[in-house]
């Protein structure tokens, strides 16, 4: 049954009247509304409804001054607080040195930690642990080359972002030989930030790998825990095998994808650093079996379990519900209690069969707060002769279930403590700041959701945002991760009751010819160039920085508005010939609309100069 607890609003009391005090109210009250009826003693049948009706009213007055933990929790949904946990804590351990043989380890394989063996930590993915040896470790930025410890070491070294930094690692003999499978590589990040994403890669981390002098490959990224170098994790790689070579091999990062989310500060990277997890997991296990009865209820163990159990009978699964209100005779539903599940009584949810198998499917449990480990303890793989490692940061993360008291105490905080982005410039400047986005631009649409076929929703605000990229990288998509990173991030602060939602600008790729005739005295290719310059600068998505404003959000495209950047620029005398287009399209237009997300971002740009010559008009000479 849910518990009752009153509602602390300092001395506020609703249920001051009690039982037999609103029988006397409503007794008093009879010669007042009716002067006929004068026998008022208990064995009067309007006595007794008098009885009945102050019993529903008290019961009532009772509801108003209590509240459930449900209804507790409702309302600190409303604040943007849901209860939490339990939460398992993770982090990396890497290792001391390489294997002798390649050790393709799946998830969940066991890892021991000295101080807590009985805990329960395991991979959190597969991983091939190469028997390479790293030989060097370099980190190449600005034309110079800085080398880093092969070990983690605490000094950090900032990698500014740019399309000619690089991190190389060297290794004795090819990472991958016969036995294949995902390399992991560690990146121990200075001063990150949380990582909000999902494990897709969105960031700009390419990477090359070589075998000896041989041609650079680049190599797919299977995952990114990293989230594009923000904060500490590993990096799973899919590394071509060496076809039996011994070489030596070379692996490198590239930074000239495009997007620099913030300069980084590495402390240390290595390949075989393992992702661990504190969990423990546990195969399916029967709970008996089916009485045929009705509700019928199957214990077991909730306390710690990451995620809600999955029950199967006779090997079909059944599906969870908050309660039976509207399930019928024949659905398979089950209502999870403290202690285990409830099934139907055959009119609200299905009955499991007498003599049915009740099972629950495998779980994983979680310790909460005792999986946080300190820094520097010493792991062993179970299984695994030889091998060792340790955890150069601690373990973190891991938080027991939160309870109602602690929902509520947070929903206060937020109540009383939120900053909430307002106005749309503070929804900008938070887009703006936040740390390790690299956000280049952010702009908020009002009344627009684009997922609406009109686009016009009341109440609503889209946020378009775009990454810092290079030029020339303005029309590759923005990942749907990062999107949701940004969107996670800004959560907690948005105003209650609003939506907010964070979309990409719809890049539209315009073609431009223009012909312009120059002044006497200026060389044409020098005036083609600037002018050509001046349009990309125009039409682009973020600011390059040479005194021509990129293009507004949503606006039209004009030719008008493309004369008067090429006459602007120095040298032209007047502009006599402009067109545009879409990309692939004949260039010819006048305008090309935008929807109101959408940004113009210039393709082919072709500019032709030409000099007043007297009597000829403009030629180019």
């Known amino acids: ?46 006595m007794t409804v008098i009885d009945l009706l102050g019993w529903v009213v008290d019961q009532q007055i009772y509801r108003l001054g209590f509240i459930s933990d449900r209804h507790l929790q409702a309302f600190a949904a409303l604040l943007g607080q849901r209860p939490v946990g339990p939460k398992p ?10 294997v002798e043989v390649p050790l393709l380890l799946s998830a969940g394989k066991a890892l021991l930690p000295n101080v807590a063996p009985d805990v329960g930590f395991v991979l959190m993915r597969d991983v091939l642990l190469s028997d390479a040896e790293q030989t060097t470790t370099s980190i190449v930025c600005g034309g110079s080359e800085i080398q880093l410890p092969i070990r983690r070491s605490g000094l950090a070294t900032t990698i500014a972002a740019g399309s000619d930094s690089m991190v190389v690692l060297t290794f004795d003999r090819p990472l991958v030989a016969d036995l294949g499978g995902p390399v992991s590589v560690g990146f121990d990040i200075s001063g990150g930030v949380e990582s909000n994403t999902s494990s897709a890669p969105w960031g700009p981390l390419r990477f090359d790998y070589r075998i000896g002098g041989g041609a650079w490959v680049e190599v797919p990224v299977l995952f990114d825990d990293t989230s594009a170098l923000t904060s500490t994790g590993t990096v799973g790689l899919d590394i071509p095998s060496a076809c039996g070579s011994t070489e030596p091999s070379t692996l490198r990062l590239r930074f000239d994808d495009g997007f620099f989310p913030l300069d980084v500060s590495v402390r240390s990277v290595a390949v075989n650093t393992l992702p661990v997890i504190q969990i423990r997991e546990e195969p399916e296990r029967s709970l008996g079996q089916g009485t045929g009865l009705v509700n019928q209820t199957v214990s077991f163990d909730r306390v710690g379990l990451v995620a809600e159990p999955v029950i199967m009978i006779d090997d079909q699964q059944w599906t969870a519900r908050p309660d039976f209100c509207t399930s019928g005779p024949d659905d398979t539903h089950y209502v999870l209690g403290p202690n285990g599940a409830t099934f139907g009584n055959g009119v609200n949810g299905a009955r499991p069969p007498k003599g049915s198998q009740l099972a629950i499917g495998p779980t994983q449990r979680t310790a909460g707060v005792a999986g946080n480990l300190r820094t520097d303890v010493s792991w062993t793989l179970d299984g695994v002769a030889g091998w060792t490692g340790r955890n150069c940061s601690g373990f973190s993360g891991g938080a027991n279930p939160s309870t109602v008291d602690d929902v509520v105490a947070k929903a206060r905080g937020t109540a009383t403590e939120r900053d909430n982005l307002l106005s749309n410039t503070d929804v900008v400047a938070a887009a703006l700041l936040l740390p390790g986005f690299g956000v280049g631009r952010a702009e908020v649409i009002p009344n627009y959701d684009p997922a609406v076929p009109d686009g016009k929703v009341a109440g609503t605000r889209a946020l378009m945002v775009f990454p810092e990229r290079a030029v020339g990288h303005e029309t590759r998509p923005v990942p749907s991760q990062y999107l949701q990173a940004v969107d996670d991030a800004l959560d907690s602060a948005r105003v209650l009751g609003e939506r907010l939602v964070v979309v990409a600008p719809q890049v539209v790729v315009i073609d431009v010819e223009v012909t312009v005739t120059v002044e006497p005295g200026y060389m044409l290719d020098r005036v083609e160039a600037e002018v050509e310059s001046n349009l990309r600068q125009r039409l682009a998505v973020l600011d390059q ?48 609309e935008l929807k109101r997300h959408g940004l113009a971002v210039a393709g082919d740009v072709q500019v032709t100069a030409t000099v007043v010559v007297a009597g000829q008009g403009g030629k180019r000479l």
Do not use: Y
């Not at 602390?8 to 009247?17: F, H, K, V």
């Not at 493309?562 to 260039?587: H, I, N, P, W, Y």
């Open 1 to 46: 049954m849910t518990e009752l607890r009153p509602f602390d609003l300092g001395e506020l009391n609703l249920d001051t009247i009690a039982f037999e005090r609103l029988v006397a109210d409503a007794r008093q009250q009879i010669p007042r509304f009716s002067a006929d009826w004068t026998d008022h003693n208990l064995h009067d049948p309007g």
């Open 89 to 98: 804590a993770s982090g990396l351990v890497w290792s001391d040195r390489a």
């Open 545 to 592: 920085g040479g005194g021509v404003s990129p293009w507004t959000l949503g606006r039209v495209v004009t030719i008008e508005e493309l004369k008067t950047v090429a006459a602007e620029t120095d040298g032209v005398m007047f502009v006599s010939d402009c067109g545009l287009a879409r990309s692939g399209q004949k260039v010819g237009g006048e305008t090309v």
